[in-house]
């Protein structure tokens, strides 16, 4: 504090003020073990869903100290002491295998936790009836949500019926894996919404369709290139535009495989590819795309629609073979949006590659939080990024030969449409993995929209990785409904949990939007006796009454008090 406070008094005045993203350069090694770098990006997602079931279900019961353990693991995972020294050159030693096992077990032990805690949320709330009769559809965002349900195989029901507790018809399909799929709509914001299950066959009721190559929808038409099993074509039926095949023609969700650290050498499949119809609708409809792949054993990537959301869920599953030569594996979005300007989503912001970084940041690969946009003056396209947190802007860019010589690094982007998800790599000749064998399962979601929406974007990519949590009902309580709404649209709930001490709740808002706003929480159950601005310690720091202001894309973290 001393050194820092002196530096300021003789330098504040000329000290240079810069804004910017100063985009990482080494966060590429996360690549080198993709499958334990999801379950870790999404055992995080899941514990923020967790705290947020605990806050409006059991706060006084709150478990501290194992969201503590789980939040631990995410984050020991996520820091970058990853194997090693000698897991390039030295891959089957024991000190290889054994280093690797402690940094692979963060990942598997958030995932667990993090389930774990998610299941102990709804305890309270779970029915033990079997059959079951009715499950509660939980929404852990603070906007009213619509989302396909998808409920076990092996859950035991009367039948296929779903319906509304007044008796209204639900659409409903068995799904060919023999799980039963049904549309839940209007799912309160941070509350729930009870679907009864009766005996009868499911209601088939929409207008998704399979057939051949094609997928169709009342607002989507989407269809795989027979050659290279990418989609070439998805037309937004109510703007009438293909968002598919930009400026290089390549179509969406394309394969390339890179054999060396030369992006000149990448492979593109061309060639071996099935299409198959797996649910033909007319609620759900879907298409497996399978075919052999360059440094894979087989490469299956799954198409699905379902009626009354207007967007295409992708499934790819990466079986990769043993390589332990440099390597890396990408999925291509040419994107045909012209003149179109790219947004990425990184924590609390949202940038715009070459425009919004700081002079030296790294402009080869970016680390993407949710989502990548792409939008002109009327339409875009907004990918969710599920499992996967990088991405190459224009090219493929690979790793560099010398990465300590400046000139291996790109010092300029053009403006461009098209972007890759940058999946794998063997590319750290240090402490990562040399081989990455087995599949790997990598998911996005592809969503056509009308101008550039911040708020719509954000929502969008939480929607994507945070699902609705379904839980067997009990008949015997009554349905949870909304804890609190928010006010405006551009303003949202990213955290909601107990406070450590037992006696509040701790809510986090971010405004999303570029102006300054007024939000308004309107609290249902439980009401607050008082509410304040809370620092980092969860201690009320300026209490709060009306409105709550916040900045520009600023975040305010408040301490909703439970009793006096």
């Known amino acids: 504090h001393e050194l820092m406070a002196e530096f300021e008094r003789r330098y504040g005045d000329r000290l240079p003020e810069v804004r910017g993203d100063f985009t990482p350069y080494w966060e590429d090694g996360a690549a080198s073990s993709a499958r334990e770098t999801a379950l870790a990006r999404n055992a995080s997602e899941r514990l923020v869903q967790a705290e947020t079931l605990w806050a409006l279900l059991d706060p006084a019961h709150f478990p501290d100290a194992d969201f503590y353990t789980a939040w631990r693991n995410v984050i020991l995972y996520n ?36 389930r774990e805690l998610l299941r102990r949320a709804t305890a309270r709330r779970r029915g033990s009836n079997k059959p079951v009769t009715a499950v509660d ?250 499992d996967a ?28 449409q098209t972007f890759f998800s940058y999946v794998m790599n063997n590319y750290w000749e240090t402490n990562y993995k040399a081989d990455q064998e087995g599949p790997t399962v990598f998911r996005y979601a592809l969503q056509p929209h009308g101008p550039f929406d911040p708020a719509q974007c954000v929502k969008f990519g939480i929607e994507r990785s945070q699902p609705l949590v379904v839980v067997p009902a009990n008949p015997d309580v009554p349905v949870r409904g909304s804890a609190v709404r928010v006010e405006p649209a551009s303003v949202i709930v990213t955290s909601l949990k107990p406070s450590r001490d037992g006696r509040a709740l701790i809510v986090r808002l971010r405004n999303v939007s570029d102006q300054p706003v007024q939000a308004r929480l309107s609290w249902l159950d439980p009401k607050p006796a008082s509410l304040a601005i809370c620092d980092p310690f969860e201690e009320p720091a300026a209490p709060v009454t009306g409105f709550v202001q916040l900045a520009p894309k600023g975040i305010v973290t408040l301490r909703a008090e439970l009793t006096k």
């Open 79 to 114: 820091e970058h002491t990853w194997g090693a020294y000698c897991s390039i050159t030295k891959p089957d030693s024991q000190l290889t295998r054994d280093q690797w096992k402690i940094k692979q077990a963060f990942a598997l032990d958030a995932d667990r936790q993090s």
């Open 389 to 416: 947190p990088l991405a190459e802007v224009g090219a493929i860019r690979v790793d560099v030969s010398k990465p300590l010589e400046p000139s291996a690094w790109l010092k300029h982007l053009d403006p461009t």
């Open 137 to 386: 559809v939980y929404n852990t965002c603070s906007w009213p949500r619509d989302d396909v349900i998808v409920l076990p195989k092996g859950m035991a029901r009367p039948g296929d019926t779903v319906q509304t507790p007044d008796g209204r018809p639900v659409p409903s399909q068995r799904l060919a894996d023999g799980r039963l799929a049904f549309l839940a709509r209007s799912v309160p914001p941070l509350g729930a919404k009870r679907f009864v299950l009766k005996a009868g066959a499911a209601r088939p009721a929409g207008q998704a369709k399979a057939r051949g190559r094609r997928l169709t929808t009342s607002a989507l038409e989407v269809e795989v290139d027979g050659d290279t099993g990418a989609i070439e074509r998805l037309v937004w039926k109510p703007a009438g535009i293909d968002f598919a095949g930009g400026a290089q023609r390549r179509g969406l969700n394309t394969y390339h495989y890179v054999p060396s650290r030369d992006p000149k050498t990448a492979q593109s499949l061309t060639g071996g590819v099935t299409v198959r119809v797996e649910d033909a609708g007319p609620l759900v409809a879907s298409l497996v795309v399978e075919s052999p792949a360059p440094g894979c054993r087989k490469l299956t990537r799954r198409l699905c629609v379902v009626d009354g959301l207007p967007f295409v869920f992708i499934t790819n599953v990466v079986d990769k073979k043993p390589v332990r030569t440099p390597e890396s594996v990408h999925f291509g979005f040419d994107v045909n949006v012209p003149d179109g300007v790219m947004r990425l989503d990184i924590p609390w912001a949202i940038i715009r590659p070459e425009k919004d970084q700081l002079p030296g940041a790294c402009k080869n690969y970016f680390s993407v939080g949710r989502w990548i946009d792409v939008t002109n003056r009327t339409v875009g396209l907004t990918c969710a990024v599920v």
